[in-house]
């Protein structure tokens, strides 16, 4: 939706200015509002009348279009309201500031729109089934592992926040791997995140103060991340879950075959230090739900069917349009980056 709300404010840019070499000549303040309810209408055709200026069937069921939950009175008591405030603004005059205009301008984009782009757009039934398998592949929720795990890091950066090569870091993988050990014989079997805590913490005050700068005991608890076999992007991962590095994965999955959950595995290697890992729960994999799939499917051909007709129309309407543009004026005025 990004990219079409993108060529939208191309086309409400390319309305501000001139086209064809004729000027568009937008009405302002009092004028704009006399054109607004001007015309002569048939007795059939008003609902309401608000201090005299008559409130037409169709601007009621534009209205009542955007909220379709509205019974026929709510649509009108929600016109009626809406004409109120329009005429206390117009007395007040705010029909004449720049946001009514702007207002305006953004009507009359959407109206063009609707009629030469929404409307007209023919949905490529064929498509369907390449935009589901995009869909299945990218919206379910993949086979993953819950665990937690006791780190001793080593340092990734050097006294002056350099990173660390992988062979300048190799003497502190010796130096903290015998760590590992007394933590294995201090945690004595127990293997709960109480126990695992508890070990880090005895590590921190009693036994890594005597080594290198930035090594350090850390518990992560209840990690979700997907099984090493799987692929998947970051984005597709569900609320909660993250991803990690390969060796850490196998290690985890290692303990799953092993069917070794509650136990601690390790000590395994990655480039950040050496783990104890406990696996708590193998995650299965959750497809999407077939309703909400039909839905992304329908809402994403209509999609690339409005942007078919989108892209070259906008082509064909800047063509034919004089556009002069001074983007440091904004920078002056502080509205960049705003």
Known sequence: MRV??????????MLWSCTGGEEVVHPEGDEAWEMAHAGLVGAEGVVATVEGVPLLRADVEL?????PEWTAEEA??????REVLAQEARRRGYHDRPEAKFGRKQGLVQALLREEVEESARVQEERAERI???ARARRRAPE????????VLVPQED???RRLSSEAKEPFFDEVRAVMDVAVERLGGRADDDALREVAAWLNE??????SEGVEAV????LRFPRPGERVQPDQLPSGWTQVVRPFGEAADEAVEEGKLGELMGPARTEFGWHLIRVDEVLPEQEVDPEALQEFVESQLLLEAQMEKLRPAVERWMSGARVEMYPERLERSGVEGY
């Open 76 to 81: 009108l008591e929600a016109a009626v309201e």
């Open 4 to 13: 079409v709300r993108l060529v939208f404010f191309v086309v409400a840019g």
């Open 206 to 211: 009693e036994v890594l103060p005597d080594f």
């Open 63 to 67: 209205l009542w279009g955007s909220q």
């Open 159 to 161: 006294d002056e926040g």
């Open 132 to 134: 589901e398998a995009i």
């Open 144 to 151: 993953g592992i819950r665990a937690s795990h006791l780190v």
């Open 219 to 222: 518990v992560n608890e209840h």
